[in-house]
């Protein structure tokens, strides 16, 4: 059989109805942000097989949801989770292992607190169910440069290969090098139009989520400045869902700006000392994060 025969005959093979698609994503569990009210407004939480964009102003929380994430992605079947584990590529400096291990000590200190009866210090899940565990399960790309950027993309999928309890991608943020050093906006449109469509195949082939984390800029529109994402309309096109995060007063908010089957919604969420958690918690405290 001809490659182009062969090639065909196991893309027919590979089709699906649609009633397999719903029951199959119907049936997936998602990876908790730590907000009940964000996880509202996202349909349970991020999906897998999915890109997630998440934008907003500094300070607003974009890095410490990441790592929420990240964290996040390793709880436990047993305790509702994925039991999985994150790459997390970081292209800003903004990753702090100090914050991450902090934000693992909360995950623990819920799981602690919402199953109290599984707890058996004899089992393996209780030993797992330790902060170093947990940092233990993140992989960490440091960035400099957008070739940096690229090459680590493309390598993913021999990664994933070899890594296949990966459940989460997160890139912080997947603007950064390129807004700062590249000039040639067309061919800036072209590579990441590229780079969003190997993301996209990643999420679907390998069953996991992808999140990015973008910035934001000034736009002018009708006669004045506005703030928008990063990286123009075209970019847009580029994520399944688009989680905008922005101030209401004193107040974080989030904005779900984009979905294929959610409606447009908004919540307040907070980070707090153990993460990102909703807003009205009786836990929550205003801190100053990194």
Same mark, same amino acid.
Request: charged fraction near 20%.
């Given at each position: ?116 009866? /599984? /707890? ?56 950064? /090098? ?113």
């Amino acid at each position: 059989m001809a490659p182009n025969e062969t090639a065909q005959k196991l893309l027919l093979q590979g089709a699906q109805n649609a009633w397999d698609m719903l029951s199959e994503e119907q049936s997936q569990k998602h990876i908790t942000t730590g907000s009940g009210d964000l996880n509202g407004i996202l349909g349970g939480g991020i999906h897998c097989k999915e890109v997630t964009e998440i934008g907003g102003v500094p300070g607003i929380g974009k890095t410490q949801l990441g790592i929420q994430l990240a964290i996040n992605v390793q709880i436990p079947v047993d305790y509702g989770g994925l039991g999985g584990k994150a790459i997390y590529i970081d292209t800003e400096g903004s990753f702090m292992v100090e914050r991450v291990y902090q934000i693992a000590e909360g995950c623990i200190s819920d799981i602690m607190e919402y199953f109290p009866c /599984h /707890h058996d210090k004899s089992s393996s899940g209780q030993e797992n169910l330790q902060p170093e565990s947990f940092l233990a399960g993140i992989y960490y790309f440091r960035i400099c440069s957008y070739t940096e950027q690229i090459a680590v993309i493309n390598y993913l999928e021999k990664f994933l290969r070899e890594h296949k309890d990966v459940r989460i991608v997160i890139i912080d943020s997947v603007t950064f /090098h390129f807004r700062q050093d590249f000039d040639d906006l067309a061919l800036r449109t072209r590579v990441l139009s590229g780079l969003s469509l190997k993301l996209m195949k990643i999420s679907k082939s390998y069953n996991l989520a992808v999140v990015l984390l973008n910035q934001v800029t000034t736009k002018f529109t009708e006669g004045s400045f506005q703030l928008t994402l990063a990286l123009g309309d075209s970019w847009s096109h580029s994520c399944t869902n688009r989680l905008i995060l922005y101030w209401k007063g004193n107040e974080r908010c989030a904005y779900l700006d984009k979905s294929p089957s959610l409606p447009v919604a908004s919540t307040p969420y907070a980070v707090t000392s153990k993460g990102v958690r909703d807003a009205g918690s009786s836990s929550c405290k205003r801190v100053r994060v990194m």
